[in-house]
């Protein structure tokens, strides 16, 4: 049989299982049919645990580099190349015909597999002799997949806002069931929870070791309270500039009055999770008890995995380059996250009492600045990061600071040297294309120090996963809903914010007046949200779903003057190619990108090519 594509909203890999590589990866096979893929339990596990390949994941290629999505938004640039997805999404240009971020087709898809799954699995044949076993295991599995269908809802959800809902397998042949209209974002927001809630009881609390990446107890409820944190939001908690999105048949899509009782539950579901017994990560000091939780495969606060093979390929493209790291460092930290980090007093250095400094320079010990447990003696660090909130050392890597793998014990030094890297720069332009740091850091998170990229051969390999879920996430999830639904902090929010902030030895909340009040205390949940989840994948959304885009989304993005013009080094008077005159103008911020963000970016267009085919679908505002 010929494969078959049709590009419409959820039926374009609905083919007949044909090329099983290419939809279910059930056996290496192509004269495996559908009736042979469910006619035995083996083939059908295989469905499953293809539909778990498709979660969502921080990281790109199989693991070896930090979720693009970092440089869509005022994290980071990427500078690798032109004509990025991420550069596409900076200078707003891209559109319903052109969205590197979208995955209408590809969800839909996915969500048409689950749909099949449910459908088939419970008809499997079972041999006799594992029938006790089965009795058990196929009820998980229709739980495991109503999660993961629910997943897949959500990941339409948070991009687009009102979409079809679809819970069984329509026939493609059928011309008559490619018409469907867009649910509401309440039907879809309800249908997530509920399915989470159900199955949340026939998933186990735990899987063993060997199954760890399943969902699970803790996974379901996350995803609820994930789905309802979204759901209370500003972007979807009655906006009215969404009141002109209506299906044909004049059927709201977003609802246009503010339900306060959307952050109880958001709270309520958040509380679930938090009630479970999973706890956060600690380790020997501040620096550690972050850093170390994304390169280790730890299962006390990630709540759900997905689980990447062993790679030091992260490191190869993160760590500084040439020297003795070897790094490509394709992202370039901004300005604007470095700024966001406050001073380990818990004020932010905008405040003119909170200490901060740029002038001069310090030398010092540092317990865990390098990677390791020890205490590292750093030289010539500028005052400004100084006493700065320990998350800031376990995530950025600025010039002089240290690495542990470092073949020779040097610091990162990343203004400019007219020399080059024969003269020890890592923020030396490449030959032959491509360039490194731009903006004066790079990416330290999520890299193991254990990685020496200069011993390739030698060097062990990384273990880490991405989190799809882990605890920090709830506490402030809860946090930021008690304080919206009450109109300001409570005891309870604070304490869940300063659980997170004691883990890295920061101080508790209220330190300032502001953090007493609902705007104020909105503010250091966004910032918290902002410095505990750097470079993993929750900034690009969170900023929408605050309606905050516009801001930071949007005009110049800064980074240090690592590329100073020939005038600039003249002008200090001293030898233009010198370390001296790199470092005398490299301690200002230089614009480094103008980006563009309209209000029509906060929802993304539903494709064309759906449209096309699919005549009830209606587009969001703006496009």
């Known amino acids: 049989m010929k494969k078959k594509y049709i590009k419409i909203l959820f039926l374009a890999a609905a083919t007949q299982f044909v090329s099983c590589k290419k939809y279910l990866d059930v056996v290496p096979s192509e004269l495996v049919t559908e009736d042979k893929v469910w006619a035995n339990i083996n083939s059908a596990n295989n469905v499953l645990a293809h539909l778990y390949s498709k979660l969502p994941t921080g990281f790109g290629n199989n693991g070896e580099y930090i979720s693009d999505e970092a440089c869509a938004t005022d994290e980071a640039i990427f500078h690798w190349y032109a004509g990025s997805g991420p550069e596409q999404y900076n200078l707003g ?106 199955v949340a009881g026939k998933l186990p609390d735990h899987h063993p070791d060997g199954e760890l990446g399943r969902a699970n107890k803790g996974a379901a409820l996350a995803l609820a309270a994930r789905t309802l944190l979204y759901a209370a939001s500003p972007l979807f908690n009655g906006n009215t500039k969404y009141a002109s999105i209506v299906n044909k048949d004049g059927k709201a899509l977003f609802s246009q009055t503010y339900n306060r009782d959307k952050w109880l539950r958001a709270a309520e579901a958040a509380k679930k999770v938090l009630d479970l017994d999973y706890k956060l990560y600690t380790s020997t000091d501040p620096i550690n008890s972050y850093e170390k939780l ?179 996430e709830f506490y402030l999830a809860y946090a930021e809903a008690l304080n919206e639904y009450n109109g300001k902090p409570t005891p309870e929010a604070y304490q869940a914010i300063n659980t997170v902030r004691a883990r890295v030895a920061m101080p508790a909340l209220p330190i300032l007046a502001a953090d007493q009040t609902l705007e104020g205390f909105r503010k250091r949940v966004q910032n918290e949200n902002r410095v505990e989840f750097a470079f993993e994948a929750h900034r690009f959304w969170d900023v929408r779903r605050w309606l905050i885009a516009e801001t930071v989304n949007s005009g110049p993005v800064h980074g240090l003057n690592s590329r100073p013009m020939s005038e600039e080094l003249r002008a200090t008077g001293l030898d233009i190619n010198s370390q001296e005159a790199g470092l005398a103008v490299f301690y200002k911020a230089v614009p480094l990108q103008t980006r563009v963000f309209q209000y029509r970016h906060y929802l993304m267009p539903i494709p064309i090519s759906e449209m096309d085919v699919n005549r009830e679908l209606v587009q969001n505002y703006g496009w």
């Not at 687009?160 to 069931?177: E, H, K, W």
């Open 294 to 472: 994304f390169y280790t495969r730890e299962w006390q606060e990630t709540i759900l995995p997905y689980n990447h093979p062993n790679t030091k390929m992260m490191e190869q493209y993160h760590l500084p380059y040439g020297g003795a790291f070897r790094g490509w460092s394709h992202y370039s930290p901004l300005e604007e996250l470095i700024s966001s980090y406050e001073m380990k007093n818990g004020k932010p250095i905008t405040d003119p009492t909170s200490g901060y400094t740029e002038t001069g320079t310090w030398t010092g010990a540092m317990v865990g600045a390098d990677g390791t447990t020890n205490s590292v003696t750093l030289t010539n660090i500028s005052n400004r990061y100084k006493d700065r909130d320990p998350r800031f050392y376990a995530t950025i890597s600025y010039q002089n600071s240290m690495w542990a793998a470092a073949r020779t014990r040097v610091p990162i030094r990343l203004a400019w040297w007219g020399n080059g890297q024969a003269n020890g720069s890592n923020g030396w332009p490449m030959q032959g294309g491509g360039t490194t740091s731009i903006s004066g850091y790079t990416v330290r998170k999520w890299l193991d120090p254990a990685v020496d990229i200069g011993n390739w051969n030698t060097s062990p390999e990384a273990r880490r996963n991405y989190p799809i879920f882990r605890l920090a």
């Open 93 to 198: 240009a891209w559109n319903a015909g052109n969205n590197p971020y979208g995955n209408w087709e590809v969800r839909y898809q996915d969500i048409r597999k689950a749909n099949i799954f449910l459908e088939k699995i419970e008809s499997v044949p079972i041999p006799a002799e594992q029938s006790s076993k089965y009795a058990v295991l196929i009820p998980q599995y229709v739980a495991e997949a109503r999660f993961l269908r629910a997943m897949f809802y959500f990941e339409l959800f948070k991009r687009y806002g009102a979409v079809p809902l679809i819970t069984r397998s329509l026939d493609y042949t059928d011309q008559s069931q490619y018409s469907v209209s867009r649910n509401s974002t309440d039907e879809i927001v309800n249908f997530i929870v509920s399915e989470c809630n159900e």
